[in-house]
């Protein structure tokens, strides 16, 4: 192929783009740059380059001044294969190139990307036995000590009958089996492509971007995915239906694998962060494993924890169907009846100071923010919007399906509730900080910027 085929691919990715985006309302300028960044960010010539080797016998002509011909492919074809061999192209030399992300070499944009590593620990799986693992994206900056391990999100389940359903619904949050090797650190588009492609893309406090995220682009980070449904608590090895519920220990065996690098094992300063199930993750976690890491670190580590939206209350549901008392889907039911049920199934490992002065028949009350909070340790940051959309719809007072006057005035008292409850963490400044606000969300990471500073300080 000629010299000037790579920008041949950037034409056609282009004409590709703006016909999208102009379906999805965007101008061509707009399309213009966001290829730019595409082609920065992921390499799209290369992704292009993948589905064009085995879709077409005919390779892309030189440029004439009219525009771009197509014309027959100048390799031979083989004897009982109509189609020419594409042995010596470059199209297909970058498919092997690329195809695999496990062989794919690290080169200086290697820090735009997260790795798939699954544990050594084969004794760790997910609900359906696989083994777990997590994603590992290294620091642009050669040397950083900083590292951020970000728990993935993603409700539960309390029984054979929601576990099987989770597992037919999002196979990603049960088993390893659907994960891709690689998981980019950025959105792809701005548009209704993300909704494509938010299985392995991650942003946020997680980018690499500095513009969008200053405080944290320099970090190593450690995306562990979600695949146990028990908020990161089980240890039970394994269920009389098959199921495995290992969140603590995918956990444990994480930061075991850390600790054996030099990089971590040195590291300067640590922050676990979450949403949601994540969030429940990280307060249940975070003092036994910042011990671990104090224990084992050759340095003065600071370890911290940023949590978003996790901070549930047991409030009382703005309605009382029959059906919610023996509630079958883990949308109607109370956080007590859910987690009452879940702690049967997980065998969850419960920070022990919480689970003490709870006892043991309201141990349970532990999974709430409010309650929890009062015993942790370690230095953590709330983010927490007061209208929480999970929280809502455990309520049974989501806005998206209307209702009369009472229902807002029912949803106004909950938000007063949750600003009510965020003073437990207000009250002690030295053990962490909030950040709340009055916005209908399940996760607040589109709101991440507006509360940098803020943690800037952890």
Known sequence: MAP???QVLWNISFQVLVSIMSAAGASVDQGRLQLRRCIRCLSLHRILALLL?????LSVGFPTTGGFHLQSSPYNSTPGNPLPSLQNSWLYHQSLRYRSASQ????NHSYKVFYLRYLTDTGVKCNDGTRAGYYLRHSKEPNSRNWMIYLEGGWYCFDEATCLARQLTNQALFSSRTWH??????FLFHTFLFTLTKNFIVGGMLSWDDRINPNYHLFNIVYVP???SDLWTGKKRRTTNGYYFHGSRILTAVINELLVRRDFAEAKKVIFAGSSAGGIGTMMNLDRLARKIRKRSRSRVQVSGIVDSAWFLNYPTYTQPSYLINCTSIYDCSPQEGIHRGIELWQPRIPRRCREAEGKSNFWRCY????LYQHIRTPTFIIQSLFDEAQLQMNRALLLTGGPYTKFAYIQRLGQEVAKSLSVARSVPEMGSVFSNVHILNTTEELYLICNRVLNTL
């Open 226 to 228: 979600y695949c146990s």
């Open 4 to 6: 000037n085929s790579q």
């Open 368 to 371: 709430l923010g409010p309650v």
């Open 104 to 107: 794919a070499r690290r080169t």
């Open 53 to 57: 080797v085995p879709l077409s016998p």
């Open 181 to 186: 090797m690689v998981r980019y650190s950025e």
